[in-house]
C-alpha cells in the first residue's frame, strides 16, 4: 500500500489538521473531530450532516456559507458517534433550529437519530432528511433501503441557499425533502479502493471487469461486466437512473469522479451523459464534473442528476464559499 499517510490510526486526524490549517474561515474542534463555521449568523436555521471519511469533499468540505454550518467526520467508512452529531448541533443552533442531512446508512440514521433525541431534551429545535437517491440496489450491506450518495451534495446545497435568507426550519427541511425526491443516483467502479487500516482493496475486481452500481464504500452493485467504452457505461447508468426517474425538463447532472479517475476521463463521461440527456429530450442547464463525493483512491464515476424547477434553480444559483464549492461571493 502506498499512500500518503503518517500511520493508518491518524489519517482523519491529520487530515483534519491541515483542512484548519488551510481553510481559517473554518474552526476545526480536532477532539471532537467537528467542522463548522469560525462565524455563525444569529437566528438562522443551521445545517448539520457528517458521515465516515474518506469521502472528501463530502462533508467537511461543504461546509461554509450557502452550504452547511457543521459538520461531523467519522472515522473512514464509519459513521460518527452520537457525541459528535451532538456538539455539532449544538453548535450549529443559533436559535432557530437545526436541519440534520443524513444520507442513508444504517450508522449515520442510527446516531443521527439519537443525537436528534439528545438534543431535544436540551430544547434544541432538530429536523432531519434522509438522502436516498442511489438507484443501482435496495437494501445493501450498509442499508434499508437505498443508499444516500451524489444527491447529497444538491440538498446540502439548495437547502443551505434557503437558510442563508432567513427561511424557517421546516421550510428549509421541505425543501431538501423535495431536492431528493427529485433526485437520482447511479455509480460504475473500474478498481476498488485501499481501506488505509486495511492495507489492501476493498474487493477483488479484475483489470477486465466493471462494477455496475457500486457504493461509496465498495458495496457490491448491480452485476459485473466486461470493460467498455465510456460511451456504454454511461448509457448503462443513465438508463438506470431515467427508468426510475424519466429525465424531462431542465435538468442539475453531476458527474462525479470516486476518487481516482482523471478529470479529462470525467468529461468525456460528461460528454456522452448529456448526449443521452438530448436524446431523451430534456436538458442539462446547471452541471458539475469532477470530485465530490468520493470512495477514498477508487477509480470511477457516479451520475446525480435533479429535475429542477424555477426556485431550486435559483437557490442553485445563489453564492456558496466553501472549500469544496465555490462560486458568486
Known amino acids: 500500500m502506498k499512500k500518503l499517510i503518517n500511520a493508518p490510526d491518524a489519517v482523519v486526524r491529520d487530515a483534519l489538521r491541515g483542512l484548519a490549517l488551510a481553510h481559517p474561515e473554518l474552526a476545526v474542534d480536532l477532539e471532537n473531530q467537528v467542522v463548522t463555521r ?45 457525541d459528535q452529531l451532538i456538539e455539532a448541533t449544538k453548535a450549529a443552533d443559533r436559535g432557530a433550529g437545526v436541519l440534520h442531512i443524513v444520507k442513508n446508512y444504517t450508522g449515520d440514521v442510527l446516531n443521527f437519530e439519537m443525537a436528534a433525541e439528545l438534543c431535544a431534551e436540551e430544547g434544541i429545535e432538530v429536523a432531519s432528511v434522509l438522502v436516498d437517491d442511489d438507484v443501482a440496489v435496495e437494501d445493501s450491506l450498509y442499508t434499508a433501503g437505498r443508499r444516500g450518495t451524489g444527491a447529497t451534495l444538491f440538498v446540502e446545497k439548495i437547502a443551505g441557499a434557503l437558510a442563508e435568507t432567513g427561511a424557517p426550519l421546516a421550510a428549509v427541511a421541505a425543501v431538501a425533502e423535495l431536492v431528493d425526491a427529485r433526485s437520482r443516483s447511479f455509480g460504475v467502479a473500474l478498481t476498488s479502493c485501499t481501506v488505509p487500516a486495511a492495507g489492501k482493496p476493498t474487493f477483488d475486481l479484475p483489470e477486465d471487469q466493471v462494477e455496475l452500481g457500486i ?115
Open 38 to 82: 469560525a462565524s455563525l449568523t444569529p437566528g438562522k436555521v443551521g445545517l448539520v450532516s457528517g458521515g465516515g471519511s474518506g469521502h472528501e469533499p463530502l462533508h467537511a468540505g461543504f461546509v461554509g456559507y450557502g452550504m452547511l454550518d457543521a459538520a461531523c467526520p467519522g472515522e473512514i467508512f464509519t459513521s460518527p458517534v452520537p
Open 215 to 329: 457504493g461509496i464504500h465498495g458495496e457490491p452493485g448491480r452485476r459485473r461486466v466486461p470493460l467498455a467504452a465510456a460511451r456504454e457505461l454511461a448509457e448503462v447508468a443513465m438508463d438506470a437512473v431515467h427508468g426510475d426517474l424519466p429525465l424531462e425538463g431542465e435538468l442539475l447532472v453531476l458527474v462525479n469522479g470516486m476518487g481516482g479517475t482523471p478529470l479529462i476521463e470525467l468529461y468525456g463521461v460528461f460528454a456522452e451523459v448529456a448526449a443521452y440527456v438530448k436524446g431523451k429530450g430534456a436538458t442539462i442547464t446547471r452541471s458539475l464534473v469532477g470530485n465530490y463525493v468520493t470512495s477514498l483512491d477508487m477509480q470511477g464515476f457516479s451520475v446525480t442528476v435533479c429535475r429542477l424547477d424555477d426556485d431550486l434553480t435559483r437557490l442553485w444559483d445563489a453564492p456558496v464559499s466553501t472549500p469544496g464549492l465555490r462560486w458568486g461571493r
